[in-house]
């Protein structure tokens, strides 16, 4: 008798009406498939499960198959009937997104990735992004030319650019290959929090805000540094020219420059601060620039935190890791509830930080509970989004046994030999 497949069932809080059912394999290697009801095609996992009363739309990709119900529909009654159906197709066949399934490189039209787009925001991104408010949709694709537009609390948000770009931007590129650029067409300047208060409303079909140029001349670079003009910058923060030189004197506005690493390599952003107001744009290696919404304050928090998680673990004794997250917040001296959530949160986001850099996770190096287990759930889910995760039939305890010993390769000092 052959083993039963293995399907574990995840749902987010923030979105009752979408579950996603890991498998311990691909689906069909190669394939992926997004599909409603109305264009269940002849492929035997998409019609099975299409077919079942209660079922919106799917999409497979890799292992992952997630499905969204209709409001009135029960997961209590059609989790397991979706389950079945997924072993029973996989059980009969091959091809179960069929034998001319499109690999996830291969040419869809504008329309398939319009839909295979806005299915990622819908079962991946917005569920979250719903916690805070906002909402993302899709507005149009061309040419591999993806247009969303963000709403509620996203719009005008001074973090909607670090979701687009980190957040939103990579779920898409993971799941939709076709797509070759992302561009924001939101008018943050209309929204309830916007970031540039005195931006006048985007006509239709001008440049959106997240993409606005820098005036040639508006920012200089002068013995290896970029100097912006005061006449065009003080404005933007409320400011006469003179206003904002004083200001950057006395040390009232602050200047932040920030180096592009990965996939950023050779931008520059440089952010400048003044009170509650503040600028930002990014510098693209041919001199050009266009103003983004400036980082939250907080993101420098974050990103200290992440700084200082990297230094306490590459500089805990080799005899001590993997450490558990309760010991890594505890060595931070953070003690407050919550702390290890905060601590995990980090670390998931320096995965990113190195899948980016070509660098092991140095979040293999720690571990739920007790040492000696493997770490959370959400590192593995992490890895897997980042493209980084398991290979099709690997455990996952064997991947970060392997991941493990790059990571200690790479972070830790070689001790000293007797």
Not at 37 to 56: H, Q, W
Not at 121 to 139: C, K
Not at 143 to 157: A, E, F, K, P, W
Request: hydrophobic letters at 40%.
């Amino acid at each position: 008798m052959s083993e039963r497949l293995r399907i574990r069932a995840e749902r987010a809080a923030s979105d009752p009406d979408t579950m996603r059912f890991m498998l311990e394999r691909a689906v069909q290697e190669g394939a992926s498939c997004s599909a409603d009801g109305e264009d269940a095609g002849d492929a035997p996992l998409p019609r099975a499960i299409l077919g079942l009363d209660g079922v919106r739309t799917l999409h497979v990709s890799g292992p992952a198959v997630t499905v969204t119900k209709t409001p009135g529909a029960d997961w209590e009654a059609l989790k397991p009937s979706v389950a079945a159906a997924i072993r029973e197709v996989l059980a009969t066949t091959d091809a179960p997104l069929g034998a001319g399934a499109k690999a996830p490189g291969a040419v869809r039209s504008d329309a398939e990735v319009l839909r295979a787009v806005q299915h990622v925001l819908d079962a991946q991104a917005n569920p979250a992004i719903a916690a805070h408010g906002g909402h993302v949709a899709v507005t149009d694709v061309k040419d591999g030319t993806v247009s969303l537009r963000m709403s509620g609390g996203c719009q005008g948000c001074a973090a909607s650019a670090a979701t687009l770009r980190h957040g939103v931007e990579q779920m898409i590129r993971t799941a939709v290959p076709e797509v070759r650029e992302i561009v924001d067409v939101t008018d943050h300047s209309a929204g309830t929090n916007p970031y540039y208060s005195d931006a006048p409303a985007a006509p239709s079909g001008a440049t959106p805000l997240l993409n606005r140029p820098v005036p040639e001349g508006a920012i200089s670079h002068e013995n290896g540094q970029f100097m912006v003009a005061p006449e065009y910058l003080g404005p933007k923060l409320g400011l006469t020219a003179e206003d904002l030189r004083q200001a950057l004197r006395a040390g009232e506005a602050t200047a932040r420059v920030e180096e592009g690493t990965g996939p950023d390599r050779g931008m520059t952003r440089v952010t400048v601060r003044h009170k509650t107001r503040a600028w930002s744009a990014e510098i693209a290696p041919d001199g050009s620039a266009r103003e983004v919404p400036p980082p939250r304050g907080a993101s420098d928090d974050d990103a200290a935190l992440r700084q200082k998680i990297r230094s306490q673990v590459a500089g805990a004794p080799p005899g001590d890791l993997p450490m558990t997250y309760g010991a890594l917040a505890r060595a931070l001296g953070m003690y407050m509830p919550g702390a290890v959530r905060r601590v995990t949160r980090a670390l998931e986001a320096t995965m990113a930080e190195d899948a980016a850099a070509g660098r092991p996770f140095l979040a293999a190096l720690v571990v739920s509970r007790m040492r000696g287990q493997k770490p959370g759930r959400g590192f593995f889910d992490e890895a897997a989004r980042l493209g980084r995760g398991p290979k099709s039939g690997e455990d996952e305890e064997a991947w970060w046994a392997r991941e493990l010993a790059k990571a200690r390769a790479t972070y830790l000092e070689p001790t000293p030999a007797d």
